[in-house]
């Protein structure tokens, strides 16, 4: 089994900065693809950013040039760096792993718990 923990989340106020950490544990023999998505109250989970395992990366519009997705292959930890947050930001923010757990099995879908950012103007 897989399990990712995310970690980071909290308060911050228009302008500032928080950074995510989710960490993957358990069965893993490779992570393909990343990501972090985020959900408001009354709202579909949205697609933040992505990080591939040779580090190439996509980001929601609403966040270029803002959030920065990163990866640590070594420690299976993914990052989303976070500047300039607005208070739009505000949502619970999941972590995503496509986790392959022995090299012939197929990659499944992995999700942490959330963490919430709020974010005050």
């Known amino acids: 089994q897989v399990q990712l923990v995310e970690s980071g989340g909290g308060l911050a106020q228009a302008g500032g900065s928080l950074r995510l950490s989710c960490a993957a544990s358990?069965?893993?023999?490779?992570?393909?693809?990343m990501g972090w998505y985020c959900q408001a109250p009354g709202k579909q989970r949205e697609l933040v950013a992505v990080?591939?395992?040779?580090?190439?990366?996509n980001y929601a519009d609403s966040v270029k040039g803002r959030f920065t997705i990163s990866r640590d292959n070594a420690k299976n930890t993914v990052y989303l760096q976070m500047n300039n947050l607005k208070p739009e930001d505000t949502a619970v923010y999941y972590c995503?792993?496509?986790?392959?757990?022995?090299?012939?099995?197929?990659?499944?879908?992995?999700w942490g718990q959330g963490t919430q950012v709020t974010v005050s103007s």
């Open positions: 995503n792993a496509a986790v392959v757990s022995d090299f012939r099995s197929e990659a499944y879908d992995y």
């Open positions: 990080i591939s395992s040779g580090g190439r990366t």
């Open positions: 358990g069965t893993i023999f490779r992570i393909n693809v």
